[in-house]
């Protein structure tokens, strides 16, 4: 019986796979992207698939589909499983302990029933239901995104968790129940423990995957001592600062239309959604930081901000606007009502939330007219200096840097070159520059000048190893002839690591012209190395004082073999 992952791989292939997550195109018998797990201009992310692998030349990341979903969705193993799975329409059924985390899956069950039992304590509270249906949701966004509620008792959840056999030490680890302080503790040694959720509106939040890995929790009461929201604790499930509230639904769709809806709260995403504008996500009460940025820019290099209409929401705006525009993004930005937020919009008229986010302005075109409409003279022109210009200074291109260069001039009235003296003075608030590896340009003619004569050997070997033909015996024969058996052995050996780069470097060799030739043009340079090595240690033997007559005649026998043999080489 073939296991779960063999029936995912025989369904699906790894370009279709990684196609619906990035644009690749055709590299002769394989395919290549840039790559989404460093920045590039230039793709050097090539997939195979011949071997149904796929490897970065930039960063060095390589794999299947199930390490690339992993690394991509940032998933455990199971996670990209269950993925896979559902795309490929397999039921796992041989899935392996060892295959996963034990602890890990622990809490995941953990929280798949903490999430069921708020969901039905939600159905049987007409009050709770009544309140989530004034703040405009219907039924089947409650049912879909699985709201639920925490009952207001101390120890609800701890209680019917215990029931069901799950550890007070894996809930403590799971985040849904606190010990007590010495000082609180009642006689009885249960109650030390007690629920972290209590008379709040469940809010699950999903890893890529649809795994419930937290809740984010809305009082309904409230007062001076009680937050608002309530999120979980960080745990080994869920890392607040790269996990946004709904990517799990949204993924498909920002992918889809090529940019993102970013909005601050629960609400605001639920009654987007339930708008049908499903591209969007939400920080989820906490602040928006670059690595959930980086999640969005797999997908899309577009961002639409889309905070309350408040001056607290417009400070959170720029902090957002700076930081997408500091990856190389676009950012632009909604223009609410004063006062209103997109829960609030989206519940008067939901197409006048379509209309907001289809006037949305870019972020630069923003700050110009506020600063324009608020001031005037001299103080215009510092206010552009200090808000404006650090914006534009974070645009990539120099054509769309240019046109937001013309339109600073045109409103303040002053000479283009003007603008760009003072945006030259602006130091950009770029992320510091990868010193990692730097990405090497194999794919070109000159590859076979500038590329170590032994390394292409390696490459090409390797290929035709993964080919199972009997060239490499051939090959790797006449190269052991050569340079000695050792020798080449050692050498092997020393590439192994580098075997999935390698196998892609000779593809493209072998799209360049025949691999075969290529191999035995590589094997006559070698030899010529080697030989001219050789005449230059033998003629120094010739020339040494007080050879015998005997050992001078056979060393000048061998340099004369050793030329007579380039001479054939290099004919």
């Keep these: 019986m073939s296991t779960d992952v063999e029936q995912i791989k025989e369904r699906l292939d790894i370009v279709d796979v990684i196609s619906s997550y990035l644009k690749v195109e055709k590299a002769g018998i394989n395919f290549k992207a840039k790559c989404p797990f460093h920045n590039e ?3 050097s992310f090539f997939i195979s698939p011949t071997r149904q692998s796929f490897y970065c030349f930039g960063c060095g990341e390589k794999g299947d589909i199930f390490s690339f979903v992993e690394k991509f969705e940032n998933l455990d193993f199971k996670g990209a499983l269950e993925t896979l799975a559902k795309r490929a329409g397999v039921e796992l059924k041989n ?40 703040r405009g949701l219907s039924s ?50 249960a109650s030390r423990y007690y629920d972290t959720f209590r008379n709040r509106v469940m809010f699950p939040i999903s890893d890529s995957a649809g795994r419930v890995i937290a809740f984010s929790g809305r009082a309904l009461k409230e007062d001076e001592k009680t937050p608002k929201y309530l999120n979980s604790p960080e745990t080994k499930l869920f890392y607040k600062s790269e996990v946004l509230y709904g990517f799990n639904i949204a993924k498909n769709y920002i992918r889809k239309l090529d940019y ?18 499903f591209n969007t996500v939400a920080s989820s009460g906490t602040a928006l930081t670059q690595l959930h940025l980086k999640k969005i820019q797999k997908l899309s290099n577009r961002v639409i901000i889309a905070y309350d209409s408040d001056s607290s929401g417009e400070k959170a705006a720029r902090r957002a606007a700076l930081m997408t525009m500091s990856l190389g993004m676009e950012a632009k930005i909604t223009i609410l009502p004063k006062g209103e937020d997109p829960a609030s919009v989206i519940q008067n008229e939901p197409e006048n939330w379509k ?3 289809r006037e949305s302005e870019h972020f630069v075109d923003f700050a110009l007219n506020k600063a324009v409409k608020e001031n005037e003279g001299r103080n215009l022109t510092k206010e552009i200096i200090k808000n404006v210009l650090p914006l534009v200074s974070l645009i990539k291109s120099e054509m769309e840097k240019s046109q937001f260069v013309k339109k600073i001039a045109l409103k303040i009235r002053v000479k283009e070159e ?34 170590s004569l032994e390394r292409i050997v390696v490459s090409i070997i390797f290929l035709n190893e993964s080919q199972k033909t009997k060239k490499t015996n051939n090959l790797s024969k006449k190269w052991r002839e050569i340079v000695g058996n050792d020798k ?46 050789e005449l230059q240690q033998t003629t120094i ?14 060393v000048k026998s061998d340099i004369d073999k050793i030329q007579n043999r380039i001479k054939e080489l290099n004919n």
């Design 355 to 357: 209309k907001a986010l």
């Design 41 to 43: 201009k230039t793709p």
């Design 418 to 451: 003007d603008v760009w003296s003072d945006l030259k003075k602006i130091e950009p608030l770029r992320e510091p520059a990868n010193d990692g590896k730097k990405v090497q340009e194999y794919f070109s003619k000159k590859d076979l000048k500038t590329v």
């Design 260 to 277: 993102a809806v970013l909005v601050e709260g629960q609400m605001d995403l639920l009654l987007s959604h339930q708008a049908s504008v």
């Design 488 to 533: 080449v052995t050692e050498i092997l050996n020393s590439y192994e690591k580098e075997r999935e780069a390698l196998i892609f470097e000779a593809e493209r060799y072998n799209e360049e012209g025949d691999i075969n030739k290529i191999s035995e043009d590589i094997l006559r340079r070698i030899e010529l190395e080697n030989l001219k090595t």
């Design 95 to 134: 899935f392996k302990k060892e295959e996963r985390s034990e602890e890990k899956d622990e809490l995941f069950k953990i929280m798949e029933e903490a999430t069921k039992i708020y969901e039905k304590q939600l159905t049987e509270n007409k009050a709770v239901l009544k309140y989530l249906e004034k």
């Design 140 to 189: 089947p966004s409650i049912s879909k995104w699985r709201l639920g509620f925490a009952k207001d008792e101390w120890r609800n959840l701890h209680d019917y968790l215990i029931g069901k056999g799950f550890s007070k030490e894996n809930l403590l680890l799971a985040g849904l129940i606190k010990k007590a302080p010495e000082e609180n503790r009642p006689a009885l040694q």
């Design 541 to 554: 033997i010739f020339d040494e004082k007080n050879l015998s007559k005997e050992k001078e005649k056979k």
